[in-house]
C-alpha cells in the first residue's frame, strides 16, 4: 500500500512542481471533435514540453469533458485515458498522476494502475461538497480498498475544500485537513482558490500545514493547487507549502486550454528553484 512517505519520495525534488496535462474533450464528451488521434497528440505535446521544462512530475485530467459526470465516468471516458496515460507514462520520465473530473477516484486509481502512473488526485475524499454536479460525496472507504485489492502502488492526494465548490457542515479548513489525512488516509493534500487558476489563499495554506505539524503529520505533504504563478510561487514556499500543481500559469497566454508554453515552464520552474535554494 502507498503511504505519505512513499508520495514523497517519488519526486526528485524537495518542492516538487507538478505540471498540469488538460485533455481536450474525449470522445462521448459534448464538445469532442471527432478525432482522437489529435487528443492523443496535443497530451504527448504537452507533457514533453512541462518535462523539457524542468517540472517534477505530471497531472493528467479530463478537463474538456464539462459538463462532468458526479462521480462515475462512462467506460470509454476510462479506456480513453487509460490509452493516453499509458503513453504518457511510455513518453515521459517524471512521476505522472490521473485525476478523473468530476470526482471518479475508482477510475483514477484505475488508470493509475494500468498505465504505471505514481498517484492519483481526488477531488472530495472525505466529507460533502457542493458542486454544480450537485452534492458530491467522499469515497475514501472505497478507494483506499480497491487501492489494496488491486495492489497499486499508488499515492492519494487529496484536496481540502476542493475549488469549484463548497463544503457542507462547518468544518474548518484544519479540521477537514485532518480528516483528510488521520481517517481518509490520504498520503498528500491540496488547498486550492475558489476555481481554476484562482489564487490560493496562503492564509489557508500555513493553516493546513500547521494543523498537520501539531499532530505530527509533517511527512505529509501539502501542495498548492491553484493560481500559482513565477511571481507567487516563492510566496507559497514561504507559506510552507511543500509543492505546487501549476496548469493556467504555463500555458501560451495563461489560457488554461492553451498549449502548455515551455517558456512558461521554464520560468516557474526557475522561480521555484530560487526560492528553494534561498531557503536552504
Request: no cysteine; hydrophobic share 50%.
Given at each position: 500500500m502507498a503511504t505519505a512517505t512513499a508520495l514523497s519520495e517519488r519526486f526528485d525534488a524537495d518542492r516538487p512542481v507538478i505540471g498540469m496535462v488538460h485533455l481536450p474533450p474525449l470522445p462521448g464528451a459534448?464538445?469532442?471533435d471527432g478525432d482522437r488521434r489529435a487528443v492523443r497528440t496535443r497530451a504527448l505535446e504537452d507533457a514533453t514540453r512541462l518535462e523539457a521544462g524542468g517540472v517534477d512530475?505530471?497531472?493528467l485530467e479530463n478537463f474538456g469533458d464539462a459538463p462532468f459526470h458526479p462521480d462515475d465516468v462512462p467506460k470509454h471516458v476510462v479506456a480513453e485515458m487509460t490509452a493516453v496515460a499509458t503513453a504518457l507514462t511510455d513518453a515521459v520520465d517524471v512521476p505522472v498522476g490521473i485525476n478523473v473530473l468530476r470526482n471518479d477516484a475508482r477510475a483514477a486509481l484505475s488508470i493509475a494502475a494500468a498505465a504505471d502512473a505514481a498517484f492519483v488526485r481526488v477531488n472530495v475524499h472525505v466529507g460533502t461538497a457542493a458542486t454544480d454536479q450537485g452534492l458530491?460525496?467522499?469515497r475514501a472507504h472505497?478507494?483506499?480498498?480497491?487501492?489494496?485489492?488491486?495492489?497499486?502502488?499508488?499515492?492519494?492526494?487529496?484536496?481540502?475544500h476542493v475549488k469549484?465548490?463548497?463544503p457542507m457542515g462547518q468544518r474548518d479548513i484544519e479540521r477537514t485537513a485532518l480528516e483528510t489525512v488521520e481517517r481518509g488516509a490520504a498520503d498528500g493534500v491540496i488547498v486550492s482558490g475558489a476555481g481554476t487558476g484562482v489564487e490560493t489563499s496562503l492564509a489557508?495554506?500555513?493553516?493546513v500545514a500547521d494543523a498537520l505539524a501539531e499532530r505530527d503529520h509533517d511527512r505529509v505533504?501539502?501542495?498548492?493547487?491553484?493560481?500559482v504563478t513565477s511571481e507567487t510561487v516563492t510566496e507559497c514556499f514561504d507559506a510552507d507549502a511543500d509543492g505546487v500543481i501549476v496548469g493556467t500559469a504555463l500555458k501560451r497566454g495563461g489560457e488554461t486550454t492553451a498549449p502548455v508554453s515551455r517558456e512558461r515552464v521554464e520560468a516557474l520552474v526557475a522561480a521555484a528553484r530560487d526560492a528553494t535554494t534561498s531557503d536552504d
Open positions: 459534448p464538445a469532442f512530475g505530471i497531472v458530491v460525496e467522499g472505497e478507494t483506499l480498498r480497491l487501492r489494496d485489492r488491486i495492489g497499486a502502488d499508488v499515492a492519494i492526494l487529496a484536496d481540502v469549484h465548490a463548497t489557508d495554506v500555513e493553516r505533504p501539502v501542495f498548492v493547487g491553484s493560481g
